[in-house]
């Protein structure tokens, strides 16, 4: 029997990990799709496909790999709508997963988006779902955050580059910069 092929969008090596397995489990052909256009710094970029192709080698998963260093058309979509970020930046990902999808000849796509507690869950699905209907290719929707201990040990284990941000230089800024995060605090308390 023919298994379902799959395109996974990947965001990072550890993020593979536990949807991956999942996937397999349920018996998919997964391909991975490594698009993500907002990582900085470029270094950042450089080590999170290290990092996802030590995986691609460990668990035999094909990966595509986008290796276009696109911040800068990140930053123009998102320049003056900061406080849209995710939003643009998970349609603009998922946008080009789901033309890939369709390139491939998958059956459906997914994303490991859905894996990680920092990132805006429905949001991501509402996103994905809408482009499903209206490209006309299945989304397969999964709440993969149930394993992410599982996923974030095993990374530990087979010693794979886990990063502290998301990637987009906003997030490093709000991960590493006190000053900011004390300052964002206090606007958010300040009554209108």
């Given at each position: 029997?023919?298994?379902?092929?799959?395109?996974?969008?990947?965001?990072?090596?550890?993020?593979?990990?536990?949807?991956?397995?999942?996937?397999?489990?349920e018996?998919?052909?997964?391909?991975?799709?490594?698009?993500?256009?907002?990582?900085?710094p470029?270094?950042?970029?450089?080590?999170?496909i290290?990092?996802l192709?030590?995986?691609?080698?460990?668990?035999?998963l094909?990966?595509?790999y986008?290796?276009?260093?696109?911040?800068?058309?990140?930053?123009?979509?998102?320049?003056?709508?900061?406080?849209?970020?995710?939003?643009?930046?998970?349609?603009?990902?998922?946008?080009?997963?789901?033309?890939?999808?369709?390139?491939?000849?998958?059956?459906?796509?997914?994303?490991?988006?859905?894996?990680?507690?920092?990132?805006?869950?429905?949001l991501i699905?509402?996103?994905?779902?809408?482009?499903?209907?209206?490209?006309k290719?299945?989304?397969?929707?999964?709440?993969?955050?149930?394993?992410?201990?599982?996923?974030?040990?095993?990374?530990?284990?087979?010693d794979?580059?886990?990063?502290?941000?998301?990637?987009?230089?906003?997030?490093?800024?709000?991960?590493?910069?006190?000053?900011?995060?004390?300052?964002?605090?206090?606007v958010k308390?300040?009554?209108f």
């Amino acid at each position: 029997m023919k298994k379902s092929k799959i395109l996974l969008h990947i965001c990072c090596g550890p993020c593979t990990l536990y949807p991956l397995k999942k996937l397999r489990e349920e018996g998919f052909d997964v391909t991975g799709y490594f698009f993500n256009p907002n990582i900085h710094p470029y270094q950042e970029f450089r080590r999170r496909i290290r990092a996802l192709k030590e995986v691609s080698e460990i668990k035999n998963l094909p990966v595509i790999y986008d290796t276009n260093y696109g911040l800068r058309d990140f930053l123009k979509a998102v320049i003056y709508r900061e406080h849209k970020r995710c939003e643009i930046c998970y349609l603009i990902r998922l946008e080009q997963v789901v033309k890939k999808a369709i390139e491939e000849k998958a059956l459906a796509f997914t994303t490991t988006l859905l894996y990680s507690r920092y990132q805006a869950h429905e949001l991501i699905r509402d996103i994905a779902e809408d482009l499903s209907f209206r490209h006309k290719i299945p989304f397969l929707y999964r709440d993969f955050r149930a394993g992410w201990e599982e996923g974030q040990e095993e990374a530990k284990k087979l010693d794979i580059y886990r990063q502290p941000y998301c990637g987009c230089i906003f997030s490093e800024q709000e991960r590493y910069d006190k000053k900011f995060r004390k300052k964002m605090r206090r606007v958010k308390n300040e009554p209108f």
